[in-house]
């Protein structure tokens, strides 16, 4: 048998990171449509479908500070590889196999 309650990890989603300034509205519409015989499936599709809006609407209106958030994520990925993952990378291959790493050596 069928909940009258729509799945509370949807409805926690879209309580806590919400898709506009009308949140309580469309959630007490999707909860009202879930009560008249709608599917889980379809309060999960439009649950996910009101928080992508909301974060595609929002990434639109601070184009600003989406572009900067991506360029230090790059930076950020591109300096952990120059310092971190380079040298990992280089001494875990050493330690696999030592010949093979000092040979890469010599010839090179």
Not at 8 to 28: E, H, K, M, Y
Not at 38 to 60: E, F, N, P
Request: with cysteine.
């Amino acid at each position: 048998m069928r909940s009258n309650q729509p799945p509370a990890v949807a409805t926690w989603l879209l309580r806590q990171f919400g898709c506009s300034p009308r949140n309580d509205a469309i959630l007490g519409d999707l909860m009202e449509q879930y009560r008249h015989g709608r599917s889980r499936r379809w309060y999960w599709r439009q649950t996910l479908t009101a928080l992508i809006v909301g974060l595609l609407r929002g990434v639109w209106e601070e184009k600003a500070r989406a572009l900067v958030a991506i360029a230090i994520g790059g930076i950020t990925l591109v300096l952990y590889n120059l310092m971190f993952a380079g040298p990992l990378l280089h001494f875990i291959e050493f330690e696999s196999s030592p010949n093979l790493a000092l040979a890469q050596y010599l010839f090179s």
